[in-house]
């Protein structure tokens, strides 16, 4: 399953909550505002950090850059372009996007 | 791989139509297949005929309908959705077409993903 | 074309599939549209005869709770409509329980019969869906 959350881990509860429901052999991208739950020193990294040690974790490139967070994403957390999320979306046969 | 899209919400207020827009132009580009884009609940709002964004930013409605017209794909508004927030035949933009829920259901059946896109 | 299966001409290439569908509650009802109109895509989903189930989960357990009484907001109450899902053959409502009792609430709070599963329990029977939709 490829697990997508596109809000703040700050405004919404869905970063946990996807979190608290990814199985081994899934995958999490994490999209628009929800490229902030990956940037280095932060709460949520901290629980990505736990999470990337079974889940591998992803984050959609141009929406890290147009919010300027580019330096700051977590070490281990792969960036992709949308052809990446593409490939992600095939690779994995379900698709669960949590809003 | 053929894709179906779900958009749940509207132009410009939420970034979904964008993401969901460059998802299908990266998946076209890869040679994969659109089944069918499918927009509900405030989606609908991405098929108007009567969008005026300032000229400086991105067209969205019209790059719906530019990346349809290139790919020939199935751009479907909920009736039902479309009905309750004022979307008709008469304002309803060129390449779109308006039909059922079944024509989303019909997608999840018949492509081999259902990427959803929204708040 | 018939209403009953939302414009669509059950065709060859549809009929015969079936494949496990996931519809995923996580909002409450009545502050957004989402619980009203995912509702409304499962009433469809039943024509066309697949393995659809019901989760819900986050503040989408607070849709099925009995006592809604709308008229002073004086917008429909849809909760009813759970009620007749089973006519629909839909029965495979799933309710997180942690997301329950985070809410203080309990299976008797509920207006229809669904089966009460942990997050560990919700988390397989997500993992094993071949469509999930989200709202």
């Known amino acids: ?99 | 791989m053929k894709f179906g899209i779900l958009v749940n919400e509207g132009p410009y207020t939420h970034q979904a139509s964008d993401t969901a827009y460059q998802f299908a132009k990266a998946a076209l580009e890869k040679g994969h297949k659109i089944h069918r884009v499918f927009f509900y609940h405030d989606g609908v709002n991405n098929s108007t005929r009567l969008t005026e964004p300032p000229q400086d930013d991105r067209n969205i409605v019209q790059r719906w309908q530019k990346l349809a017209a290139d790919h020939k794909l199935d751009l479907v508004v909920c009736v039902a959705a479309a009905l309750r927030r004022g979307i008709k035949e008469e304002n309803l933009a060129e390449g779109f077409r308006i039909s059922g829920l079944g024509q989303l259901v019909e997608s999840g059946i018949q492509a081999d993903r259902l990427v959803t896109f929204g708040d | 074309m018939t209403e009953s299966t939302g414009g669509i001409d059950m065709d060859e290439e549809t009929s015969g599939v079936v494949k496990k569908f996931l519809y995923v509650n996580r909002k409450a009802p009545y502050g957004t549209i989402y619980a009203l109109e995912s509702l409304e895509v499962v009433l469809i989903a039943a024509a066309f005869d697949q393995d659809v189930s019901l989760a819900f989960l986050d503040d989408g357990v607070y849709q099925i709770v009995k006592g809604q009484h709308t008229k002073g907001i004086d917008v429909k109450n849809f909760s009813p409509t759970f009620r007749a899902l089973e006519g629909y053959d839909i029965e495979k409502l799933y309710v997180e329980k942690e997301s329950m009792e985070a809410r203080g609430l309990t299976e008797a709070d509920l207006l229809v019969e669904v089966k009460v599963i942990s997050t560990a329990e919700m988390t397989e029977l997500m993992a094993g869906q071949d469509v999930v939709m989200s709202f």
């Open chain 1, 1 to 99: 399953m490829l697990h997508t959350v596109n809000k703040s881990p700050y405004e919404r509860n869905t970063f946990d909550t996807c979190l608290a429901h990814v199985k081994k052999g899934s995958a999490i991208l994490l999209i628009e505002d929800g490229v902030y739950a990956a940037m280095k020193g932060t709460a949520p990294a901290k629980k990505l950090e736990q999470m990337m040690k079974t889940i591998p974790v992803y984050v959609l490139q141009p929406d890290v850059e147009a919010r300027g967070m580019q330096s700051r994403v977590l070490d281990g957390v792969k960036m992709v372009d949308y052809g990446g999320f593409v490939d992600l979306a095939a690779e994995y046969p379900t698709f669960q996007s949590w809003l």
